[in-house]
């Protein structure tokens, strides 16, 4: 049974999304972590960085794969982890607390309303 | 057929367990246009003896370099390799593996590829060091291509005299990219990298604190490109570069008409996850002993698919074991002896040579191999002495010809060379003077 | 490593350092004249330090001898690779390659003295084209994945040729990761066209992908989950109507080899393994070769150099305007040609028949024994190589991991693992045809033990392999997390 907080939002590619004021601090979940297996590093994106919703921003790596993270909403990257790169396993360890990705500034509000609360996240996932 | 150990029962037993009547039942996805009914026309099978017999009869069609005076270098060399290495790598454990993905059972292979890492990390004068390249002139050119992904810039800028064959191979490698081109000016804000061969194509070392200055002040990466490996016992280790990639088949690996040979690549710390191919790592198992395994394979085909540093798959492997082992038996003292005597022949070469009258020795330094430039036509007289048993070097353009020594050459054969080049003068001259 | 780690070995299983770690002490391993010391003319001081081990000739036998029995090979057990096509090395093929006349040889000589070089070239290409059906060859290419880059190449010359770039090539989900990387590395986009529930390309799909912009097609046939296609011929026409060439990626050669030839099921451009289907010896991990072979209307654009025959003379020509260019410094990989040539004219047609239908017949064998105890994502006959997954063991705790680490335990090399990723937990076994049947039973025998040890409940006993090889599972996370890429001199083992 994975860990789904139930303050923060989800999306369908098992990230999870909260808000510090204005700007979304961004992760992936418990589910992805433990499906991942111990990773080894993590390709952070630059701070400043524009993305779009759906783009692949972030890559996690463990021994055998490489798996993107998917942008849950347009903005800037105004953030990033950087204990990450000595730290890869941090996500594994605490995927909500000391592993978290980075923090965007959305530029869509409208965005927000397709992300996905604790309840149907856990539906997708069981 | 002495290779197929399946006997008629056995077939016949096995497919009675599969529930086919025949061979041809299994292959019942094929289409019937593309089932063949009769052998296809090629030669029946053969016995060792006639295969070896034929074989040898091509072979003995060919010249090998043991059989005269060889001076023929240009980014392929003719040295000794001790019979120790070919005895071990043709042990069944090293020749007959497969790639170490299995590391509990590989270790043999990969204690081999740690210590090959180790030797060109410190010959280069690296941080590390990759599993090896398929050749010199692949390895450059992925490393021009990792200059691109590191610096995000378009142009690979060549300095001095690169061997022509690399050039040509990173022009087939950039063929398909729109945005690149190949220069030989200065390095400037469109710069990846400025590629400088050392010895250069003419054999001259080169000096490397200005390129990195360059380099440094431009934002492009310095990849130093070295195809005559030994000349690292004797030149200085090429520390300011960012990349060193090039041909390590002097040592330990057959000259075998131009393949397999055996590419090295290393570089700095900080680009090590876009370096391309194999890497071999240090950890433990589970009972806490030191062990080898393949490591960062995230950055490789078989997982980042398209996204991979490159496409390669295989090293050369039992050529980069075979150049680990010579390496050990040649060691700190006989790495540099080895190099310090391959110089020495080729000064006794050119001393030799600057007797002989109208012949020119341009170079102004050099390793083990360097210019002469003839009163005649350099193809012709490579075409000629061979006809007398001498090969001669390899001709470039006009009357250069560009001509290596190693330790494999005597001082007869430089008397043999230099007797025929003066004769080839003496006509020439009769020539000219008719 | 301490010498208390040295005399961990036991009996003939040995504990082996480094050559590095052998100390320092001004042995040499090479007897060489003495130098001069004359002046340099190098431009330079002489080096000073390289950072090399100093071990006499009987120190480096012992430590390469020792650490080959940390290794397992064809030649000590079954290697049930899929897709890698681990046959016997035959060691007539090393005895020709070391010829003086084939091993001695500079590849920039003058065309008269190495014409028996190639004629050896020369001999394989036509057997290559033969076999393939695709008229013309190159054995430029090092290895597979350098032929499906020549491949792709000569592909992308030829639409370039027409005087319109097409920018896709479509490639199955089956594919091995040197596919897309290949397309890639030519400027292409990938598309995936998705399989279907029988393990075989979605041809519906395929064809609505289909588009002018499409340059080609990758497929491997038998495919990847050891399947022929049976619609491929369907493919071909549309992918030709639509102008777009057939890459056969030809990893599974083995499979059709002397019985069907590719060119007769609609393929443009093919690549073959030496090291596989030709039985070139993998020396743990390369070199390899990897020609290919392409119809007559692709032929002007092979990478230089080419060989061509005049009367009874080769030539080398080395500027071509309409080749994709140089692939690589020389002449590939002669020394595999060599070998793999003797191995062609040791087996002939007749053999080479033999060849595949005795691999096809031991990779059916080996799937009708286990498929009762373990779970067939695919139905029907495989080819060379049959795929089973651990869907019937992986609730019991017993994952395809586990499987393989165990086969190791019991001395046999595992399978291919988690490739390829159209299932989970895939394990892809290809016997090759120099198995005999008792080889094959033991692997069955022990396969089934492993199903009945999880079905009665041992699978930690499973997880815990392997016990008795040289080492036993690896941290692979501390590995890339902290990577050790060589020996310094403050390394100490644990």
Redesign the interface.
């Known amino acids: 049974m994975s860990n789904i907080p139930a303050d923060v939002k989800y999306t369908d590619q098992h990230e999870w999304l909260k808000f510090e004021g204005d700007v979304a601090v961004i992760g992936i979940t418990d589910y992805a972590q433990a499906s991942l297996g111990?990773l080894?590093?993590v390709e952070l994106p630059a701070k400043g960085k524009k993305v779009k919703l759906n783009d692949a921003f972030v890559v996690v790596?463990?021994?055998?794969?490489?798996s993107e993270v998917y942008a849950p909403l347009s903005g800037e990257v105004v953030e990033v982890n950087a204990a990450l790169t000595a730290s890869?396993?941090l996500i594994n360890t605490s995927p909500y607390g000391e592993g978290w990705i980075c923090k965007i500034l959305p530029s869509d509000k409208a965005e927000l309303g397709k992300l996905l609360d604790a309840a149907q996240y856990k539906s997708l996932v069981g | 057929m002495r290779y197929l150990p399946l006997t008629p029962r056995d077939r016949t037993e096995m497919l009675k367990s599969i529930g086919v009547k025949a061979v041809d039942d299994l292959y019942v996805s094929v289409p019937k246009e593309a089932k063949l009914s009769a052998l296809i026309d090629l030669p029946a099978h053969q016995g060792e003896i006639e295969v070896e017999k034929a074989l040898t009869l091509m072979a003995q069609k060919n010249h090998p370099a043991a059989n005269g005076p060889f001076f023929l270098g240009a980014g392929c060399y003719n040295h000794h390799i001790p019979a120790t290495v070919d005895h071990l790598i043709q042990r069944s454990e090293f020749l007959t593996s497969y790639t170490p993905y299995q590391p509990e059972i590989s270790q043999g292979t990969l204690t081999a590829i740690f210590e090959f890492q180790t030797i060109i990390a410190n010959l280069t004068g690296m941080d590390i060091a990759n599993a090896s390249m398929y050749d010199g002139a692949t390895a450059t050119a992925e490393a021009a291509l990792m200059a691109k992904r590191v610096t995000g810039r378009a142009n690979i800028h060549i300095h001095g005299a690169l061997h022509p064959q690399y050039r040509e191979v990173i022009e087939t490698y950039i063929r398909n990219y729109s945005d690149v081109s190949v220069k030989t000016s200065a390095p400037d804000a469109n710069a990846a990298c400025v590629i400088v061969q050392t010895p250069d194509f003419h054999g001259e070392p080169q000096a490397l604190a200005a390129l990195r200055k360059q380099c440094d002040e431009s934002g492009a990466l310095l990849v130093v490109v070295v195809n005559e490996i030994l000349s690292l016992g004797l030149l200085p280790a090429p520390v300011e570069a960012d990349i060193v990639a090039g041909e390590a088949q002097s040592i330990g690996v057959p000259m075998s008409f131009g393949g397999p040979h055996l590419g090295f690549f290393a570089c700095r710390k900080q680009y090590l996850r876009q370096m391309p191919g194999r890497l071999c790592g240090e950890t433990v198992d589970k009972d806490g002993r030191r062990s080898f395994v393949l490591t960062l394979s995230t950055r490789e085909q078989h997982i980042r698919r398209e996204k991979a540093t490159s496409n390669i798959c295989t090293n050369q492997g039992l050529f980069a074991l075979a150049f680990t082992i010579h390496m050990s038996l040649l060691g700190e003292i006989g790495f540099k002896k080895l190099a310090r005597l391959n110089h020495e022949r080729a000064c006794l070469l050119a001393d030799r040579l600057s007797k002989v009258k109208n012949i020119k020795l341009p170079n102004k330094s050099f390793f083990n191999e360097f210019v002469v430039e003839l009163p005649v036509s350099a193809a012709q007289t490579v075409k000629e002495l061979a006809a007398k048993g001498i090969i001669a070097g390899y001709p470039l353009a006009g009357n250069k010809l560009l001509v290596a020594a190693t330790e494999m050459t005597s001082e007869a054969d430089i008397e043999v060379l230099a007797g025929a080049l003066e004769k080839l003068s003496a006509t020439a001259r009769t020539k000219e003077v008719a | 490593m301490t010498v208390s780690e040295l005399d961990k070995g036991r009996g003939l299983n040995v504990e082996e350092n480094l050559l590095f770690e052998k100390g320092t002490n001004g042995a040499c391993g090479v007897d060489l004249p003495e130098p001069k010391n004359t002046p340099l003319r190098t431009g330079f001081a002489a080096r000073d330090y390289v950072g090399l081990p100093e071990v006499s000739e009987p120190q480096v036998m012992r430590h390469f001898v020792r650490l080959s029995k940390l290794n397992y090979a064809i030649d000590s057990g079954l290697y049930p690779l899929g897709s890698c096509t681990m046959k016997h090395n035959p060691r007539l093929n090393e005895k020709v390659s070391r010829l003086p006349g084939f091993a001695g040889i500079h590849p920039l000589q003058p065309e008269g003295t190495i014409q028996g070089a190639l004629e050896v070239i020369y001999t394989v290409q036509q057997w290559l084209a033969k076999l393939s059906g695709l008229p013309h060859v190159t054995l430029n290419p090092a290895a597979g994945a350098h032929g499906e880059f020549a491949g792709i190449m000569v592909i992308h010359r030829a639409h370039e040729a027409k005087g319109k770039v097409r920018k896709t090539v479509l490639i199955p989900d089956s594919a091995h990761g040197t596919n897309p990387a290949t397309a890639a590395a030519c400027g292409y986009e990938t598309k995936t066209i998705p399989s279907t529930k029988d393990g075989t390309v979605d041809v519906d799909a395929f064809k609505s992908m289909l588009n002018d912009d499409v340059a080609a097609l990758m497929l491997t046939n038998p495919n990847t989950c050891g399947l022929f296609e049976p619609r491929v011929k369907e493919i071909a026409d549309v992918l030709h109507k639509a102008g777009a060439y057939f890459y056969c990626d030809g990893a599974n050669f083995n499979a059709l080899v002397g019985r069907i030839r590719p060119a007769d099921f609609g393929v443009d451009v093919m690549h073959f393994n030496l090291h596989k289907t030709f039985s070139t010896p993998h020396g743990g991990g390369g070199p390899g070769c990897g020609p290919i072979a392409v119809s007559a209307e692709l032929a002007p654009y092979l990478p230089v150099p080419k060989i061509v025959k005049e009367k009874d003379a080769y030539k080398l020509v080395t500027e071509d305007k309409d080749s994709i260019g140089r692939l690589k410094g020389f002449n590939g990989q002669f020394g595999m040609a060599v070998r793999a040539l003797a191995y062609m004219m040791s087996h002939g047609s007749d053999g080479l028949r033999q060849v595949a239908e005795d691999a096809v017949l031991n990779a059916n064998y080996i799937l009708s024994q286990l498929r009762d105890q373990y779970h067939v994502p695919f139905p029907g006959h495989c080819m060379h190589e049959c795929l089973l997954t651990d869907k019937l063991q992986k609730d019991k705790g017993v994952t395809t991991n586990d499987i393989a680490k165990t086969l190791i335990e019991y001395g046999i090399h595992p399978m291919t693992v988690y490739f390829p990723l159209v299932v989970q937990g895939a394990m892809l076994i290809e016997p090759t045809e120099t198995e005999t049947k008792a080889s094959l039973d033991h692997f069955i025998a022990v396969m089934k033990m492993i199903a009945e040890q999880t079905i009665a409940g041992n699978s930690a006993a499973l997880q815990n392999n392997p016990v008795s090889s040289p080492r036993r599972r690896l941290d692979e996370v501390q590995a890339a997390r902290n990577p050790v890429l060589k020996w310094t001199a403050k390394d100490t083992a644990a």
């Open positions: 111990d080894v590093f790596e463990s021994v055998k794969a490489a890869p396993g």
